[in-house]
């Protein structure tokens, strides 16, 4: 496709169930990042990979959360023992590398609610 | 104090009329992201700018790197501007957004 997708587009688990998000960016974007929106709130920074790597981690609220990327193409966020403050939409980006000039694409997110 | 302040938090405009939309930040800076999010949930890139200024149809972003302050401007604003706008800053990959300016544009 044309634009960075996301699957599921909504996902409803149970308190303590682990869920996986994924993440397709645009083919050729080197760097891809993910972020998170709960209800009523702003933006928040979670994690970013140029390439295949993680330089910044910062922003991960907890050892629940965990993000890979594989052949510098599809990431997968993972949430451990899910609770109900992880209820959000996440987001996925990707631009061609992470240098400043660069565009950033969203994805249309996934709507996460937990039980 | 949040590191990234919008203002104003909700603007009603009618249409036609030039809007702005402000965002100061605290800390250094690599760049600055506007954003515009859609009713339905969307995010569109609109400018990242580290200097000066950017245009693009009617929509207008400046960056004054000194006084920790950006602007982005509509002119002619329509309905169809109405959407959350998000002003974030970047260092490296990380981004630090404000908590958006609700826009309205009554016809």
């Known amino acids: 496709g044309a634009g960075v997708s996301q699957s599921p587009s909504n996902k409803v688990t149970e308190k303590g169930k682990d869920v996986e998000l994924r993440c397709d960016p645009i083919?050729?974007?080197?760097?891809l990042y993910w972020y998170r929106q709960r209800l009523g709130q702003g933006l928040e920074f979670l994690i970013y990979?140029?390439?295949?790597?993680?330089?910044?981690k910062s922003g991960l609220p907890s050892d629940r959360f965990s993000a890979e990327r594989t052949g510098e193409s599809v990431s997968t966020l993972t949430i451990q023992r899910t609770q109900q403050e992880d209820s959000a939409v996440y987001l996925c980006?990707?631009?061609?590398?992470?240098?400043?000039?660069?565009?950033?694409?969203f994805g249309p997110g996934t709507r996460l609610t937990v039980l | 104090k949040n590191e990234v302040e919008q203002s104003p938090q909700n603007l009603t405009a009618q249409e036609g009329e030039f809007i702005t939309i402000n965002c100061s930040y605290s800390?250094?800076?690599?760049?600055l992201h506007w954003l515009q999010q859609h009713p339905g949930g969307g995010i569109v890139s609109l400018f990242m700018?580290?200097?000066g200024k950017k245009k693009h149809g009617r929509l207008i972003a400046t960056i004054n790197i000194q006084e920790k302050h950006s602007s982005l401007h509509i002119t002619a604003s329509h309905p169809r501007d109405s959407a959350v706008y998000i002003c974030?800053?970047?260092?490296?990959?990380?981004?630090?957004f404000g908590d958006g300016t609700t826009l309205t544009v009554k016809p």
């Open positions: 980006a990707s631009s061609q590398q992470s240098g400043l000039s660069n565009e950033q694409f």
């Open positions: 083919s050729g974007h080197t760097a």
């Open positions: 990979f140029q390439g295949n790597s993680a330089p910044d």
């Open positions: 800390v250094g800076i690599s760049a």
């Open positions: 700018l580290s200097s």
């Open positions: 974030a800053v970047r260092d490296a990959g990380k981004s630090t």
